[in-house]
């Protein structure tokens, strides 16, 4: 089992950049595919990006495509979403996900076993 805790949320200007964190423990990300999605209000959550179990494979929401990079870091148990270039509409709380059944980089809510507490990103107009 693995526990995450998202951080580096906040608010900031559009244009502006975000570091988000999801630093794991139990096991290692090695071990899980990981993905980060959102949800804003009244909204439906909605997948951003992924990265699979290898680290060889990333997937990205039409949406942040050129904007939000997924990375980890196996030393530092953490897998982390920059995000540049921010819109309002980028506005949402932010999640990270692992999944350790299927390890491919998935846009699907259903393949994540283990989900973190969220962090709100805000971005102003």
């Known amino acids: 089992q693995v526990q995450l805790v998202e951080s580096g949320g906040g608010l900031v200007q559009a244009g502006g950049s975000l570091r988000l964190s999801c630093a794991a423990s139990?096991?290692?990300?090695?071990?899980?595919?990981m993905g980060w999605f959102r949800q804003a209000p009244g909204k439906d959550s909605e997948f951003v990006t992924a990265?699979?179990?290898?680290?060889?494979?990333?997937d990205y929401a039409d949406s942040v495509k050129g904007r939000f990079t997924i990375s980890r870091d196996i030393a530092r148990n953490t897998v982390y979403l920059q995000m540049a270039s921010l819109k309002p509409e980028d506005t949402a709380v932010y999640y990270c996900?692992?999944?350790?059944?299927?390890?491919?980089?998935?846009?699907?809510?259903?393949?994540?076993?283990?989900w973190g507490q969220g962090t709100q990103v805000t971005v102003s107009s």
């Open positions: 990265i699979s179990r290898s680290g060889g494979s990333t």
């Open positions: 139990g096991r290692s990300v090695r071990n899980y595919a």
């Open positions: 996900a692992a999944d350790f059944r299927v390890g491919v980089a998935s846009r699907l809510v259903g393949s994540y076993d283990y």
